[in-house]
């Protein structure tokens, strides 16, 4: 489990020091701000719809390195996928960083459904993380939805 949780740590950090994805995008049709207050984290996240499916998604902003990697791995996650998808995704994602730690059976299920994305299983056992892991998550379900802004608070 040490050798996972290392894993995981390595693949945090690489996501951090080097953000895909990290671009304005001039031909996005939504965008969405968003604000950690609690740690001073903000992130812009930029969508391109084509119909129903994500064609492009990027972001910017500045944050610690467990926000940075999630926006980073959110955008891989989400690009072709339609709207309902991501919907459905952005609730397994939610519901692994903000799960009981005790609850490790819950966890290995919903890890296996979130494939890379479940390198974030070990931030629910850290509750000031969880809003840093969340952010971007909730800010671009914000542009999905139309809204300007999203906050963790």
């Given at each position: ?13 690489d996501?951090s020091?080097n953000?895909r ?10 965008h969405?701000d ?6 001073g ?25 467990i ?16 709207v ?8 397994r994602?939610?519901d692994?960083v ?15 459904e979130l ?7 070990g ?12 952010l ?6 914000a542009a ?10």
């Amino acid at each position: 489990m040490n050798d996972l949780r290392e894993l995981y740590q390595e693949v945090i950090l690489d996501h951090s020091r080097n953000p895909r994805h990290f671009r304005e995008m001039p031909e996005a049709n939504r965008h969405a701000d968003g604000h950690n207050p609690l740690c001073g984290d903000r992130v812009t996240v930029y969508l391109h719809l084509a119909g129903d499916v994500i064609e492009d998604v990027s972001f910017k902003g500045a944050g610690c390195s467990i926000s940075t990697a999630s926006a980073s791995m959110m955008a891989d996650a989400l690009r072709g996928k339609s709207v309902d998808e991501v919907r459905a995704l952005f609730d397994r994602f939610h519901d692994l960083v903000t799960s009981d730690p005790s609850h490790a059976a819950d966890q290995l299920d919903a890890s296996s459904e979130l494939g890379k994305l479940a390198v974030f299983s070990g931030v629910c056992e850290f509750p000031m993380r969880v809003k840093c892991a969340s952010l971007p998550w909730h800010t671009m379900k914000a542009a999905l939805e139309g809204a300007a802004r999203a906050s963790t608070e």
